[in-house]
């Protein structure tokens, strides 16, 4: 190299350690908080220790993992300088996928991309992942601060999850023990959750100022449009796995995640099997589609089979259970503050072809 060549640090070309270090610092007690016993070690390693000794008085443990991210709420988030929950979205996106098998979550670990580190800003979007483990039960492990200068704009940032958890064999659930006449139970959502919001975006937010968008609107009962769309995900897994362990009889459940009720309730179908549900009647579907997902409706002007695929129309998760189960599926969900609402029933379809999601209302 030449004698002459320039000194650059790392901190010169964007990248501030001594912030990083910072950063970690003030999230130690906040993942601190979500620590099970098996939890081994502390944050700083090169990777994560948790003791599988549990496992050991399971028949056949089974591990089930997942993965997900927040998307495009991200830029809402930003827009309105609101960070404290997005955390929570990215567990409830994870952890709600997985419980669907009756499995529990054990350990997490996050991924956050940002244009400029600080630490303030972290600790804040890593506080609201630790509160999503925290109301899951699982573990937050570990994870990666990553800074990226020149690949994104200082307040820009990306998160995504990963989730590992484990049920043992017998108890794990699945298409396989549905059958004809079993009751589809839901259970209401907290609003939007993380799903269709790059419509939620072009339609609601893309236009509007940071005040108008914090203006309380009739339409929403009162609540403005920032509040009504950053309201976090919902996360039932903790809720739901107490209720299995305290006997409640399920079959199946789905989570009704990106491409709402249409594309997610049919996971849950075998061959043979559709589920019909309950959207018809001049007062609409058999439970309460919350304001905000009514009004982003509207104002894209969807139809009805694309407000189904697009959002989860009221519905967080969708439990299914023989007839003669519905009553006690019901109490003990209850006993653990999840209301549900019979929104269907599983019906024949068509022979060997995989069961589908069908309504009333085109029946």
Not at 105 to 129: M, Q, S
Not at 241 to 257: K, N
Not at 312 to 332: F, K, Q
């Amino acid at each position: 190299m030449a004698e002459n060549t320039k000194h650059v640090s790392y901190a010169d070309a964007g990248v501030d350690t001594a912030e990083g270090a910072r950063a970690v610092d003030a999230i130690k007690a906040a993942v601190a908080a979500t620590n099970r016993p098996e939890v081994i070690g502390g944050l700083g390693g090169f990777g994560s220790c948790f003791s599988a000794a549990a496992l050991k008085d399971m028949e056949e443990p089974i591990l089930v993992s997942g993965t997900d991210g927040v998307g495009t709420k991200l830029a809402i988030a930003q827009l309105l300088d609101r960070h404290e929950t997005v955390g929570e979205d990215l567990v409830a996106m994870c952890v709600d996928d997985i419980v669907p098998m009756g499995a529990e979550p054990l350990f997490f670990l996050d991924y956050v991309a940002i244009g400029k580190l600080r630490a303030e800003h972290v600790a804040k979007i890593v506080g609201g992942i630790a509160e999503g483990c925290r109301k899951s039960g699982c573990a937050l492990v570990g994870g990666e601060m990553a800074e990226h200068p020149g690949v994104m704009a200082a307040d820009d940032y990306d998160l995504a999850g990963f989730v590992v958890g484990v049920v043992d064999r017998p108890k794990l659930l699945g298409p396989e023990l549905v059958r004809v006449g079993d009751v589809i139970l839901g259970i209401p959502s907290s609003g939007i959750h993380s799903n269709g919001y790059s419509l939620v975006r072009k339609v609601a937010i893309e236009g509007r100022s940071v005040e108008e968008l914090e203006t309380p609107l009739p339409e929403l009962g009162g609540e403005s449009l920032a509040d009504a769309v950053m309201r976090p995900t919902r996360i039932y897994a903790g809720q739901l796995l107490a209720a299995l362990r305290a006997g409640a009889p399920v079959h199946a459940m789905a989570h009704i995640t990106g491409g709402g009720i249409t594309e997610n309730l049919d996971r849950a179908m075998p061959e043979g099997v559709d589920a019909l549900v309950y959207r018809g009647g001049e007062d609409g579907p058999a439970w309460d589609v919350p304001p905000v997902i009514s009004y982003m409706v509207r104002a894209a002007g969807l139809t009805t089979e694309e407000a189904y695929r697009t959002f989860n129309m009221g519905v967080g998760m969708s439990v299914i259970c023989a007839p003669e189960d519905v009553e006690r599926a019901r109490e003990l969900l209850a006993e653990q503050g999840l209301e549900t609402f019979v929104m269907g029933e599983c019906v024949a379809g068509e022979a060997g072809a995989k069961g589908k999601v069908v309504y009333d209302d085109e029946r």
